[in-house]
């Protein structure tokens, strides 16, 4: 790979652990700017206009949206008249 030319961004970039070593906490602080940052307003512009904004977000917000349908769909699913087992259970009883 002698021909490739050698890399600008090399040994300027670095990366740490989030916050109390909690990963699902990485996507919030990939929007931020730190307040260390020497060119704030930059970065600020780059996150507004920063390319595949909008399936980031979606991709964030995604787990949040998806988990109490899937809550609701197991405890419809539990309920169930024919097939569900608390209702089963329940007729044992009744």
């Known amino acids: 790979m002698s021909w490739a030319p050698k890399s600008t961004i090399a040994a300027k970039f670095g990366y740490a652990m989030t916050p109390g070593g909690h990963p699902q906490l990485a996507a919030g602080f990939c929007l931020s700017v730190s307040s260390a940052s020497k060119n704030k307003e930059a970065a600020y512009l780059f996150l507004e206009k920063m390319p595949g904004r ?14 109490p349908i899937v809550a609701g769909a197991t405890w419809r699913l539990l309920f169930d008249n024919k097939y569900g087992p608390i209702n089963q259970i329940i007729s044992w009883f009744a």
């Open 54 to 67: 909008p399936i980031f977000i979606s991709l964030l917000v995604l787990p949040t949206i998806i988990s």
